[in-house]
């Protein structure tokens, strides 16, 4: 049944693929045909447009770049909503020291699809919806450079999704196939040896997905050295484009080297291989493989974060970016180190000492440009004429969170120190503060500045302080507890626990209650405003342009709503 399974759910993926790529070369060769049938008369030259689809059908067929990008934006939506839904099962089975909830396998399944989604299926997705709708903008370019692959590679994520959470649908049904146990990590033995079809379902969802962000990583790469206008040169890139660009980069280096790795782990489940058996490669091999890809996608994840950040944040101190070719340096800087320092997840494992030590300078060295960054930020508030709007609030909030998760990374980067660390709640403490208060928050900052560009309207002032100062709370109530958990001792990913750490699981779940609030009024307030936000007033809502900040999106839509009235940003 195993075999059988996974051989036709990979049949029908390379169909489905197969099946995008004719459709949207069919589309495109149409496209072609109709836009060069010339017609002369008398030396003039008419062109024939086809007109777009409207309604349903627009986007399914869309390959316009900013109909992708909110494309992106929904999908990660949903898929943000699921992990949420996850952690809050979690945690508050967490509140008692026994399991009296959910049974101890639907925790683990939960657990395995909480890291994977968020990660993979939400944080880079959400990356590519920014990328998508505004890097054209920004770098004057009329589209992306490969619209259909662009279209292509989001239609490539939802099989994926539904093959990693496909063992939860199946959980009504008696059937053998079920969500996977295994941890985010995956870790051999355990992923080799279970015998769960499920395993392999999300395997497979997890290479999809590994192919759909290779692709937008190309895209991107492409579009911004190749269609940039005349005007934007590489010394007046803004840094958001760098960032995203060195995203991509690590993008295309990492992810291939993920999926030749599960490919091997699949080899190994459904043919009988040995490439992570003791006979063979060994159990470490995945772990060096895996983590070569998941230091870099720690990156993958921040650097768009660290790009929202020196974008918006000028916006509303009123001057330009401190240190800009120093933000842009430590940004490359921070692409190259990234590969270097995958082993400091393996300090525990028995590798060889002096392997260690060199591990370890790497994972000190990568703390100093995001250093730079943070005093970049800082430089750029000194005596700077600041607005606390919302999407400044969120900025400031980031920068608060990263410092403290920076900081905690440190500490994991010194062996002994990791030694006492290691697998307990420090690290997951740690790594939320700089995803969960660093990554989210700033892509929370992103939707509020660009709203009245997306939408032409306002969003609801006071919700959206009421959702900045709820999650600033939440974040820190909740992952400052774990700090504390991991610094006693209480080991990460159990269901069950010694009743001292009772108190601060209780604190811990309570800061996730919070924080699920705070989502709930962002996400009220996005889709009311959406439709019955006031409308802005002019092409100029933040009045950037009397600070000579006025960036080229804004410069775009500034235009397109003078041409079109108070309906301007609608598309």
Known sequence: MNQSLIFGTLGLCVALSLALGAY???????????????????????ETIREHPTGFTRWLTTVNHRDIGKLYGVYSAVTFAWAGVAVVLMRTELITPDATMISMDLYNALLTTHGLTMLLLFGTPMSFAFANYFIPLLVGADEMAFPRVNAIAFWLLPPATILVWGGFFLLPFDVAVGPAKTGWTMYTPLSRQLVNPGVSLTLLGLHLSGISSTMG?????????????????????????WTLLTMSGLILFAFPLLGSAIIMLLLDRVVGTTFYAVEG????????????????????????????TSFILPRFAGRPIFGF???????????????????????????????????MAVSLAIAVPSAVKTFNWIGTLYNANIRLTTPMLFCLGFVSNFIVGGITGVFLASIPFDYLAQGTYWVVGHFHYLFMGGLVFTFFAGFYYWFPLLTGRWYNRRLAQAHFWLSLVGVNITFFAMQLLGFQGMPRRYVTYFPKFALLHQVTTAGTYIIGAAIVIWLANMLYSWQYGDRIESGDPWELEADGLLTREWSWFRDRWEERGTNGGSD
């Open 217 to 241: 990583a190309i895209n991107i790469i492409t579009t911004i050295v190749t269609e940039r206008s005349e005007g934007v040169s590489w010394a007046n890139l803004d840094i958001l484009s």
């Open 281 to 308: 490669g060994g159990t470490l091999l995945w772990q060096h493989l895996f983590w070569f890809f998941g230091h870099p996608e720690v990156y993958i994840l921040i650097l768009p974060a660290m790009g929202l």
């Open 24 to 46: 949207y070369r069919r589309q495109g060769d149409e496209r072609n045909r109709s836009e060069t049938a010339m017609v002369a008369d008398g030396g003039q030259v008419e």
């Open 325 to 359: 070719q120093g933000l842009v340096y430590s940004t490359l800087a921070i692409g190259v180190l990234s590969f270097g320092v995958w082993a400091h997840h393996m300090f525990t494992t028995g590798i060889d000492p002096r392997l260690r030590m060199g591990f």
